[in-house]
Every structure is written in C-alpha cells, then in structure tokens.
C-alpha cells in the first residue's frame, strides 16, 4: 500500500465521521495502530495526511501512531508470545519456530475533536 492512498483515505473516513456528527467539528488528534508487519513509514503517512487535510476539518490535526505487537505460537515452547520489535524470534527461547499471526493491521483507535463555534474567529 502507498502512504499517500492511505493518508487520503484515512482523510476521507475522518472528515465524513466527524461531518455526521456535526457541521463545526474540528479534528485534534487522530490516533492510529498499525501491526508490526504493516510496512508503511508512519512518518510518511503523517507527511501526506499533513498536506491533504489542508483546508479541511481536520487541517493541523496530529497523527499519533502506535505499533501493535505481534503475536504468535512458539512451537518449541507452546506458548504464545508477543514481539515489539522487528526481531522475529521467540522471546522465551529465542527459537525462530514461531507461527506468527496478523501483523497487518491499521486501525483507527480514537479521534479527538472540537467543536467550533460560529461567531469564532480563526
Ligand atoms: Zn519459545
């Protein structure tokens, strides 16, 4: 997947959820998990998210974005185990007999707004 369809198309899912709600409402913060595996450059997303919102709701929104572990079965300790980092082996053993599960994964997990007023002014 391409950073810049991403951002855009997490523009469009959160000016089109926040306009359903409210005409006036304004983004602050936009809180995202992405699985471990998923090879998009957070700060690329950030970069185009930036440059699209432009003029839009959610224009000098932050992007905060988390990794989420990676689980998995060891299959030399029959455990499940979970990785935070990039080093694909078992934490418990240290065995690359691992099946690991997802890793993929994007998530929006929060969007924080306000609302703003009429008579304001920017
Ligand atoms: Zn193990």
Redesign the pocket.
Known sequence: MHETVIASSLLKIITEETAKQHKNLYVDEIHLKIGLLNCIEAQTVQGCFEILAENTRAEHAKMIIERLPLQGF?N??Q?N?SITKRHFV?P??Q?GNVDWQGGNEMQITSIKVHEKKEEEKE
């Open positions: 060891c030399d300790c455990k185990i078992c418990l053993c065995s």
